[in-house]
């Protein structure tokens, strides 16, 4: 079973009593609620003093880069920040709009002390996000987010006169970063993308300038939806969270593929050419087979989560191909691809690292390289995601109960029943919620209702043997 890490208070230098603000990925909340100008300007002081100190720099300041989504809030959140890194004298380069990854990419490439990406990701226009990257832009681990928290409204020595920071916009931030994604297809010909006609659907986000440059820099034929930010329209009713719009433009397009991001453009999830969606674990699929026929898939090893669909599982051991499974997460992803030196990893919601060339999921990264396979093979995506048959799950959520005890015995033994009863023709996962009373029955059969079935009767175990 998988635990996601929750800890609710923690102390800081003086043995005070702490609540935690930092979730899995980052401070997440509604923007000017719970996410103010003041935690920001915090934030960004806290997380310059701690960063720094744990590494030293060889400037006279160190140096902070900072990048955003398209929310409307991200602008006065993007301020905030940039005022408490320069307040804590530290330099910084605003990066402006640019994916997650992006950011990422100008932490490691401009050896940048701190990195800081302002956007909620998937989540609606309403809330926003501060996250941090340490040195080569890589995310923060528990304890370093703990020293962060543990600095939040304490009193400090601040730099005066000429120690305080400066802020200086970065000016070729899109061409750089789009001229680095081509370079990782390692084509010298320059158009390694030609003769591909490609829907993407940036999701008013993030990527909207990046992404389609990146894709006609390729060669490919690009037709875009989804690129019009007005800061109010982020991942609204479009992007990888709703995949409706990029199916319809595809088929009426009659292209080849379409790929979509999400705001922040750290995932990816693609429409074959009939219009059926390719999920996170069938773009693993098609990229694991695509590195280790080119002798990049380090030790022939896939990382994924413990929620990758049973087909990838079947179909990677079919193909001689290693599966490491790790907790819900992408950064549970990279953690294990670090520790083992693996070079692909990611989840079924379209998470996908090629750690060669990223330190985290990047959406357009894995739009580009997914293409390139089709263009190298000559075979369309639907084919090549034909690779693993994608068994039915069902996911069903069970509130109200204590999901402490999912080690109780009459719900033990009702699992290994329903294990005995799929053999290994299915899978059964109970994962509890990491912050609400809440488990998560999920179910993998060979036939949707088989799958349904199951699941429910075990979501009614859980809700009479775990009920509060």
Request: charged residues 20%.
């Amino acid at each position: 079973m998988a635990l996601s890490p929750f800890h609710p208070h923690h102390t800081n230098r003086q043995g005070e009593h702490v609540p935690r603000i930092f979730g899995t990925d980052g401070v997440r909340g509604l923007a000017n609620d719970k996410l103010t100008a003041g935690l920001a300007v915090d934030l960004g002081s806290a997380a310059a003093r701690v960063l720094v100190e744990h590494g030293g720099y060889s400037r006279p300041r160190p140096l902070a880069v900072v990048g955003r989504d398209t929310r409307i809030s991200g602008q006065f959140l993007e301020h905030a920040v940039v005022a408490g890194l320069a307040s804590a004298g530290v330099d910084v380069l605003r990066l402006r709009v640019l994916p997650t990854p992006g950011v990422a990419y100008f932490t490691d490439a401009l050896g940048a002390d701190v990195g800081v990406v302002i956007s909620a990701s998937h989540n609606p226009m309403p809330d926003n996000g501060i996250k941090f990257l340490a040195r080569g832009g890589v995310k923060l681990d528990d304890a370093l987010e703990r020293e962060i928290e543990a600095l939040l409204g304490q009193d400090w020595e601040r730099p005066t006169g000429a120690a305080v920071g400066r802020v200086t916009p970065y000016g070729p931030t899109v061409k750089e970063y789009v001229d680095h994604l081509v370079r990782t297809l390692d084509a010298p010909a320059g158009r390694p993308l030609a003769g591909l006609r490609l829907v993407l659907d940036c999701a008013h986000g993030a990527a909207s300038e990046v992404g389609p440059r990146a894709l006609a820099d390729a060669g490919a034929d690009v037709i875009t939806i989804g690129a019009s930010p007005d800061g109010l329209n982020i991942n609204d009713g479009c992007g990888s969270t709703h995949l409706g719009p990029l199916q319809k433009a595809v088929l009426d397009h009659g292209a080849d593929a379409g790929f979509a991001v999400d705001g922040d453009a750290d995932r990816c999830l693609a429409v074959d050419h009939t219009g059926q969606i390719v999920d996170g674990d069938q773009i693993m699929a098609v990229l694991a087979l695509a590195l280790r026929e080119a002798g990049g898939l380090v030790d022939d090893t896939l990382v994924a989560t413990v929620m990758s669909n049973l087909g990838l599982l079947q179909a990677m051991d079919s193909a001689g191909v290693k599966v490491v499974q790790t907790a819900v997460g992408d950064r549970y992803v990279l953690d294990e691809m670090r520790r083992g030196g693996y070079s692909l990893g990611g989840e079924q919601s379209g998470h996908v690292i090629l750690r060669e060339h990223a330190t985290t999921g990047d959406g357009i990264l894995t739009a580009l390289h997914v293409a390139r396979r089709m263009a190298t093979t000559g075979r369309s995506l639907r084919d090549l995601a034909g690779v693993m048959t994608r068994l039915p799950q069902v996911l069903v959520n069970v509130g109200g109960v204590d999901r402490t005890r999912t080690d109780d015995p009459a719900l033990l033994e009702a699992v290994a029943g329903a294990e005995a009863e799929l053999g290994t023709t299915g899978r059964v996962l109970l994962r509890p919620s990491g912050t609400e009373p809440l488990v998560r029955v999920m179910v993998e059969a060979p036939t949707a209702e088989q799958a349904e079935a199951v699941a429910q009767r075990l979501a009614g175990v859980v809700r009479e043997r775990l009920a509060l």
